[in-house]
């Protein structure tokens, strides 16, 4: 039974080393959010990145962004290139009397029984903060296809492939590379999300909390043990059949 143990522990860590290996993983260099429906600028100092699904443009939710100012020479000629996302919760706001139609009063923060789509979408706009309105996310957000989407349920990454977008930025050798984030599904319909970001958690002396989370561009996702347990179970019996038989 030993026999067996070690070798599923060392399939597993063969595999974990094989595709770090393999991975190629560049970081945001700038990220933040704005909340619609309010004059602020887009906050790029947050320790986490909020985008809502708060109704049609022109109502109060909030549109995220990230850019990639890096060299992405190491992922040229990539078959794929992945967007990691890391929602650490699902946030649900609270409405005064004047309803979904005025700004939150506050948030809840739900763990389960819902889900929510976010959008990514390459942006040819500049988020600067400045000018980023309803119209601003009308133009650049809802109506443009989408570079890829994803549905959350639970905390935690989430891969989205935008592999078309990432070879587009470098045939081209564009300067800055930038996605934009918002909702377009939700259950409840009022949820949003708070995404990782490139900055720590920290308290309001400056103590840092958790360490950042960012959102990064990646070859290969990350395996879980779980799919690397899965891939060695034909190796696993073939060698138990053998070792029987001896």
């Not at 947050?46 to 708060?54: E, I, R």
């Not at 995220?64 to 929602?87: E, H, M, Q, T, Y």
Request: proline share 5%; charged share 10%.
């Amino acid at each position: 039974m030993r026999f067996f143990k070690v070798l599923v522990f060392g399939l597993i860590l063969s595999g974990f080393q094989q595709v770090r290996a393999d991975t190629v993983q560049i970081m945001t260099t700038s990220d933040g959010y704005k909340y619609l429906g309010a004059p602020t600028l887009a906050n790029g100092s947050s320790s986490y990145m909020d985008v809502g699904l708060y109704g049609t443009p022109g109502g109060h939710y909030s549109i995220g962004f990230a850019k990639f100012s890096a060299d992405l020479s190491g992922l040229a000629g990539a078959p794929k290139v992945f967007l990691a996302i890391n929602l650490l919760n699902f946030v649900a706001p609270t409405f005064g009397t004047d309803g979904t139609s005025a700004q939150p009063t506050g948030y809840t923060y739900p763990v389960a029984g819902g889900n929510f789509t976010l959008k990514v979408v390459e942006l040819t706009s500049a988020f600067t903060g400045t000018g980023v309105d309803a119209s601003w996310a009308t133009t650049n957000l809802f109506s443009p296809t989408a570079a890829g989407t994803a549905t959350f349920v639970q905390a935690g990454y989430q891969y989205v492939d935008i592999s078309s977008t990432v070879a587009g930025w470098i045939s081209r050798g564009a300067a800055v590379k930038e996605l934009g984030f918002m909702g377009i599904a939700s259950t409840p319909n009022t949820w949003s999300l708070n995404l990782g970001t490139l900055e720590p958690l920290q308290n309001l002396n400056g103590d840092i909390l958790a360490s950042a989370t960012p959102m990064f561009l990646t070859t290969i996702p990350e395996p879980s043990i779980a799919s690397l347990l899965a891939c060695s179970l034909p190796l696993l019996g073939w060698a138990r059949r053998r070792f029987s038989k001896s």
